[in-house]
């Protein structure tokens, strides 16, 4: 079982709206929580690192939270672009030797 | 010039070849990492290096080999490509304490 769960799969926002994407994480012990987004064809960048002492991180219009204690972090997207399309993935780094626990993302359209 | 570069970018081979991906950096990190995106799953990590004589297995090492020839170079083979290989297959890095991570841009990878 994955330890790490996005929702939605997918979702279709207009542009200009906001939208949230959340993830929950089983990984154990844990160090820190990435979001990153990937363009079609391309690698995933980083947008947010967030250790567990951290609650809230903002990256332009990216806004993630982290409850350590419930194991969820949300992304939020605020007045969606047209380039915001993409798959949005959720990464906990694992404690023990830094390994990488991906999410299967979100995979975010936004139309005009 | 991209920090990480893979080669070749698209590959369509058949069934039994051997074929190796390439991966080459010039980040000047210390760690490297094989990981294999399929549709609906999160990445996985199929080998990883923390220097140049160093080589461990991932989850889903099987029918797959790395070679470290260089602190900048980690290639990928695999000895007799079979169909369920087919996927985008991604070379990243991160630094000794394994922050800093950086993806390639990916090789789609077809077996027929």
């Known amino acids: 079982k994955n330890q790490v769960e996005q929702s939605p799969q997918s979702l279709i926002i207009l542009e200009g709206k906001n939208c949230t994407l959340q993830?929950?994480?089983?990984?154990?012990?844990?160090?820190?929580l990435r979001w990153y987004k990937q363009d079609t064809g391309r690698g995933p960048v980083s947008l947010t690192i967030?250790?567990?002492?951290?609650n809230t991180k903002s990256n332009r219009r990216y806004t993630a939270t982290l409850d350590a204690d419930t194991k969820q972090s949300s992304l939020h997207i605020t007045a969606s672009q047209l380039s915001d399309s993409a798959s949005y993935i959720c990464?906990?780094?694992?404690?023990?030797?830094?390994?990488?626990?991906f999410g299967a993302g979100t995979q975010v359209v936004v139309t005009p | 010039d991209a920090d990480v570069t893979q080669t070749p970018r698209n590959r369509i081979t058949k069934t039994g070849k051997r074929i190796m991906l390439e991966c080459s950096q010039t980040?000047?990190?210390?760690?490297m990492y094989w990981y294999r995106q399929d549709p609906g799953l999160g990445l996985r990590l199929i080998y990883y290096?923390?220097?140049?004589?160093?080589?461990n297995k991932g989850e889903i090492s099987d029918g797959y080999s790395v070679s470290r020839q260089a602190q900048a170079k980690f290639s990928l083979s695999l000895e007799s490509a079979i169909p369920n290989q087919t996927a985008l297959y991604f070379c990243?890095?991160?630094?000794?304490?394994?922050?800093?991570?950086?993806f390639g841009s990916g090789t789609r990878l077809t077996v027929v």
């Open positions: 990243a890095t991160s630094d000794f304490t394994g922050e800093g991570y950086t």
């Open positions: 990464v906990v780094r694992d404690d023990s030797w830094g390994k990488l626990q």
């Open positions: 993830c929950n994480y089983t990984v154990s012990p844990f160090s820190n």
């Open positions: 290096s923390f220097d140049v004589k160093d080589i």
């Open positions: 980040k000047g990190h210390d760690r």
């Open positions: 967030m250790t567990f002492s951290e």
